[in-house]
């Protein structure tokens, strides 16, 4: 290991907090586990916003190769994610489920894992700003995309804080005390959508709150699986904000490494059909808390699809 990337250095966080992300999303398309893992369109989407935010030191404009990255590849396509939030109709969500992205306020919370990597955690306005912009980036040629509903603002604001407390070196339970900060202070921001489904943005800090009071402090000591069942057994990490974002956090604080907050992200949210984007959440914060825990044979399997430890110095020089 480098000496920019020493065990437990905000480098090292950096690092394992993007293969958790990239681990976390193969894991969960992998029905029947690990095996054969592929780097997913979340993963090649966010590595490809890293760089472009890097290049354009830190600026989130549209426009240029920003804009660009946001379907993987810079495709020259309409993201079927945004039209979903738009409202266009269902056969934008059949699109949007095969081409692997995530529901799209789901997709807003994994792309704030970027705005978590390069801001610190004691400026909460900073951070939130670059998530709503990165919320509201569209492909080329594309119309505007409207702004996410206030509840996806809040979850996405919460797993930012927490990528970047666990980056700055924070344990467990200050990294959730700021995701529940962040998630109410998001509440209030202008500029954005209407609400999801009646779901209330203030839905975000009190799902945080009451998981955290479910598992009651328990966490490695359970058994294999029982943290995922623990927390399954008050709310299934449904394909909404407030139920799969929280879900992914308090499970990766608790799990105490990456691996086991991946494994048991994915399974207990194949049965809500959000395993690819709750196992990504849980492993970007896990990754970045608790280093050097992303199993070696995860990232040996997607390194030749993914340079994330290039971007390491770049997303550092950020922060």
Excluded at 20 to 44: D, K, S
Excluded at 51 to 72: L, N, S
Excluded at 138 to 166: D, I, K, N, T, Y
Excluded at 244 to 269: C, M, N, S, T
């Amino acid at each position: 290991m480098t000496a920019v990337a020493a065990a437990g250095s905000p480098a090292q966080r950096i690092r394992d907090a993007l293969w958790g992300l990239a681990c976390g999303e193969a894991v969960g398309v992998r029905a029947a586990g690990p095996a054969a893992l592929r780097a997913g369109p979340v993963a090649r989407e966010l590595a490809g916003l890293a760089r472009a935010v890097a290049a354009a030191e830190g600026r989130m404009e549209p426009g240029g190769d920003t804009q660009a990255a946001v379907v993987p590849g810079g495709a020259d396509r309409a993201n079927p994610a945004a039209r979903l939030r738009s409202g266009e109709g269902d056969g934008d969500r059949a699109e949007a489920a095969g081409t692997g992205m995530p529901q799209p306020d789901l997709a807003v919370a994994l792309r704030a894992v970027l705005a978590g990597l390069i801001n610190r955690p004691d400026d909460l306005e900073w951070l939130i700003q670059d998530v709503q912009a990165l919320a509201v980036l569209a492909p080329p040629r594309q119309g505007p995309v409207p702004p996410p509903p206030a509840a996806a603002l809040a979850a996405a604001a919460a797993v930012a804080a927490a990528v970047s407390a666990a980056v700055e070196g924070g344990d467990a339970e200050s990294v959730l005390d700021r995701a529940a900060e962040a998630a109410s202070v998001a509440v209030d921001r202008p500029g954005t959508g209407p609400a999801s489904s009646g779901e209330a943005a203030a839905a975000v800090a009190h799902a945080l709150e009451t998981l955290r009071l479910t598992l009651a402090g328990r966490g490695p000591s359970l058994p294999p699986g029982g943290i995922a069942d623990v927390l399954a057994s008050r709310w299934e990490p449904e394909p909404r904000p407030s139920r799969a974002v929280p879900f992914a956090l308090v499970l990766a604080a608790a799990a105490g490494d990456a691996r086991r907050a991946i494994q048991e992200a994915a399974a207990v949210a194949a049965r809500a059909g959000t395993a690819p984007a709750t196992a990504a959440v849980a492993g970007a914060v896990a990754g970045a808390l608790y280093p050097g825990t992303v199993p070696p044979d995860w990232v040996a399997a997607l390194r030749d699809d993914l340079d994330l430890d290039a971007l390491v110095p770049e997303l550092l020089r950020l922060r």
